[in-house]
């Protein structure tokens, strides 16, 4: 099952490598990764996601709390949140009117616009992104895709 983990976390050196220690160490995946300034300038967030048993990641959160340099972790897949995640998308229309209404419909917009190539950003969750992204295949050459990886905020 996969799993949003929120950390608030002291913004100090060598920090965010205890924690990303913590998930090697132990043989824990780490599928996505954002780190943030918050608006204390001496803590940063992390969202991460990771994989396993929901007796796995209590134990990660568990194991989290324990770090000094953690001020908080959430637990938001458990709870009330909202989650988005950014991709940016530079393709080649086969057909161009087909692959702006999909990005229309999906909430996107037309970043660039050079000869053939357009480039464009959505935001959503992740499974939405995935059908967005199968779409635009069937009307387009998709030159490079980046994605941001979710971002939660708790409910």
Same mark, same amino acid.
């Given at each position: 099952m996969r799993h949003i983990i929120g950390i608030l976390l002291q913004n100090e050196s060598g920090a965010l490598i205890r924690v990303a220690g913590l998930f090697s160490n132990r043989?824990?995946?780490?599928?996505?990764l954002s780190v943030a &300034?918050?608006?204390? &300038?001496?803590?940063?967030?992390?969202?991460?996601v990771t994989t396993g048993s929901d007796a796995?990641?209590?134990?990660?959160?568990?194991?989290?709390?324990? +770090? $000094?340099? $953690?001020?908080?972790?959430?637990?938001?897949?458990?709870?009330?949140h909202i989650e988005r995640e950014l991709v940016l998308v530079r393709?080649?229309?086969?057909?161009r009117d087909r692959v702006l209404a999909v990005v229309q419909a999906a909430g996107g917009r037309v970043l660039t616009?050079?000869?053939?190539?357009?480039?464009?950003?959505?935001?959503?969750?992740?499974?939405? +992104?995935?059908?967005?992204?199968?779409? +635009?295949?069937?009307?387009?050459?998709l030159d490079a895709v980046v994605?941001?990886?979710?971002?939660?905020?708790?409910g």
């Open positions: 043989g824990y995946n780490i599928e996505s &300034p918050t608006p204390d &300038p001496t803590v940063s967030r992390i969202t991460l796995t990641v209590q134990q990660i959160v568990s194991q989290l709390n324990k +770090l $000094v340099d $953690v001020v908080g972790v959430q637990y938001m897949t458990g709870g009330a393709l080649q229309p086969r057909d616009s050079h000869g053939d190539t357009l480039s464009v950003e959505v935001t959503g969750i992740e499974s939405s +992104l995935d059908a967005v992204l199968q779409e +635009l295949r069937e009307h387009a050459v994605r941001s990886g979710t971002l939660g905020l708790p």
